[in-house]
């Protein structure tokens, strides 16, 4: 989230690549990509975190489907 430090505190390294690339400059939230934060993280485990390629789709629909039906997809 860009209004509170939850990411940041932690994944401070991230958090600089992030805001120099692309995505961070276009106004992406972590959570734009990852999902919400889920409450009582670290301390009650871990996060798993959403990557699949569809979560790029949301902002990148005609990028995603020339991608999807291509070789790679």
Do not use: I, R
Not at 21 to 36: D, L, Q, R, V
């Amino acid at each position: 989230q860009t209004s509170s430090p939850t990411c940041e505190t932690c994944h401070a390294v991230e958090t600089a690549a992030w805001q120099a690339s692309s995505h961070g400059k276009a106004g992406a939230t972590c959570e734009s990509c990852h999902g919400e934060y889920k409450e009582g993280h670290p301390a009650s485990g871990t996060m798993t975190l959403p990557m699949a390629s569809e979560s790029c789709k949301t902002c990148h629909a005609a990028t995603f489907a020339d991608w999807q039906n291509s070789n790679h997809g």
